[in-house]
């Protein structure tokens, strides 16, 4: 199993651009997660799924859409990009229910806005 | 609405030393608390959990009792190695704060530095 993987690992962006983050996770997990990382700051819950076509905002939504059209992509777009969202992003995964707090998580991208 | 909060890094041990990570919460209901732990280059992996009051997580050598009286997980380690140098974050999950969000709650990380 390759678990969850992310794409791009890296990535420079413009003010105003836009871009999409990609997340695949191969252990059939009906939850998945994206979460951003600011330095010396834990983990903020962007958006979240409970299964395909379902998704919820977390604590920090504004600037991101998702979507969740299959069990095994969940994908963050940044729709017009500012400074503010330099961050390291990661997306997580849990079987839901009762282990839903036993996350997965990928390896992260590392996004810069300039 | 709930909050972690673990002693700012670095925190910079010899090998074998005694360790300790301070973590405390602040939560509504009987929130369950996990210690994550990032290595460099890498994302979050779940070190051990402990889902009611007195349970005690165990993994890799690490231990940390859930104490429901000083809302209190402290993470240990009796005798760290090289290889322990990585990022921890204490983290909540709780069904009762309501908002439907069903992430995680975090701390801000401790960076852990073991020396030879």
């Known amino acids: 199993n390759a678990g969850v993987t992310q794409t791009p690992k890296f990535r420079i962006l413009k003010i105003g651009q836009s871009m999409t983050l990609q997340c695949t996770q191969d252990?059939?997990?009906?939850?998945m997660y994206w979460y951003r990382q600011d330095p010396g700051m834990g983990l903020k819950l962007i958006y979240y799924?409970?299964?395909?076509?379902?998704?919820d905002k977390g604590e920090v939504p504004n600037g991101y859409n998702v979507s969740r059209s299959t069990t095994e992509d969940f994908p963050l777009r940044l729709e017009l990009a500012a400074p503010s969202q330099t961050s390291v992003y990661f997306c997580?995964?849990?079987?839901?229910?009762?282990?839903?707090?036993?996350?997965?998580f990928g390896p992260g991208t590392r996004l810069t806005v300039t | 609405g709930d909050s972690v909060t673990q002693m700012e890094g670095p925190v910079t041990l010899s090998e074998e030393a005694f360790l300790t990570i301070n973590c405390t919460y602040t939560?509504?209901?009987?929130?369950?608390l996990f210690w994550y732990v990032q290595y460099p280059g890498e994302g979050l992996q779940l070190l051990l959990k402990?889902?009611?009051?007195?349970d005690k997580g165990s993994n890799k050598g690490f231990e940390a009792t859930y104490r429901k009286e000083t809302t209190s997980f402290h993470l240990e380690k009796g005798s760290v190695q090289v290889s322990d140098s990585a990022v921890y974050f204490c983290?909540?999950?709780?069904?009762?704060?309501?908002?439907?969000?069903?992430?995680?709650?975090f701390g801000k990380g401790t960076h852990l530095i073991i020396q030879p």
């Open positions: 997580a995964s849990s079987h839901g229910g009762r282990d839903s707090y036993e996350q997965y």
């Open positions: 252990m059939n997990h009906n939850y």
């Open positions: 799924s409970v299964g395909a076509g379902i998704t």
């Open positions: 939560a509504t209901g009987y929130p369950s």
């Open positions: 402990a889902t009611k009051a007195d």
């Open positions: 983290a909540l999950g709780n069904m009762y704060s309501g908002g439907g969000a069903d992430g995680l709650t």
